[in-house]
T-cell receptor, first 114, second 111 residues
Framework: NAGVTQTPKFQVLKTGQSMTLQCAQD?????MYWYRQDPGMGLRLIYY???????DKGEVPNGYNVSRLNKREFSLRLESAAPSQTSVYFC?????????????FGEGSRLTVL | LAKTTQPISMDSYEGQEVNITCSHN???????ITWYQQFPSQGPRFIIQ???TKVTNEVASLFIPADRKSSTLSLPRVSLSDTAVYYC????????????FGKGTSLLVTP
């Protein structure tokens, strides 16, 4: 039982390059989330998917796209990376229902855009 | 979605009890209060969750007054390993919601 798995763990990009961060969970959770974390800024929500087939913008969606490929997988794409997107990205998942609010996080993906 | 306010940072010595308060004045009837802990270079992890009064587990206690407009996370006898960022979240039951963490409270425990 791996929980939430993110790939890659580290990535360096040049400005203008594109890339996709992958996230998969094996807990049969309905909801999945992408956050970014910058020094002194806490965690900011980029996009979330309340259930398979739906996605919604969070606090900082500009410059990103997401795909909820199936119930297990939720990817985050940077079409044209910018230095401002240098950050640590966390994927999370949660089950809806009575235990709402308990998120399970991946280990994070550290992205540097030069 | 209920907005939360918590102190940016707190300091404590080892062995002391630490209380971190979170304000959530516009909490809704169906909202639960959840606290997370984050160590450097790791994702946050769930600590405790409650709806009203007091909840206790092996890690912490959560105190919620009758009006539910605030909550207090209590860490008994902290150690150096409790140095982390603590986040307060308020979320409702039902379908997945946008769960916003904010900046959290950075707790530093020193000898």
């Amino acid at each position: 039982n791996a929980g939430v798995t993110q790939t890659p763990k580290f990535q360096v990009l040049k400005t203008g390059q594109s890339m996709t961060l992958q996230c998969a969970q094996d807990m049969n959770h309905n909801s999945m989330y992408w956050y970014r974390q910058d020094p002194g800024m806490g965690l900011r929500l980029i996009y979330y998917s309340a259930s398979e087939g739906t996605t919604d913008k969070g606090e900082v969606p500009n410059g990103y796209n997401v795909s909820r490929l199936n119930k297990r997988e939720f990817s985050l794409r940077l079409e044209s990376a910018a230095p401002s997107q240098t950050s640590v990205y966390f994927c999370a998942s949660s089950q809806t229902g009575w235990r709402t609010g308990e998120l399970f996080f991946g280990e994070g993906s550290r992205l540097t855009v030069l | 979605l209920a907005k939360t306010t918590q102190p940016i940072s707190m300091d404590s010595y080892e062995g002391q009890e630490v209380n971190i308060t979170c304000s959530h004045n516009n909490i809704a009837t169906n909202d639960y209060i959840t606290w997370y802990q984050q160590f450097p270079s790791q994702g946050p992890r769930f600590i405790i969750q409650g709806y009203k009064t007091k909840v206790t587990n092996e890690v912490a206690s959560l105190f919620i007054p009758a009006d539910r407009k605030s909550s207090t996370l209590s860490l008994p006898r902290v150690s150096l390993s409790d140095t982390a960022v603590y986040y307060c979240l308020v979320a409702a039951l039902g379908s997945g919601y946008a769960l916003n963490f904010g900046k959290g409270t950075s707790l530093l425990v020193t000898p």
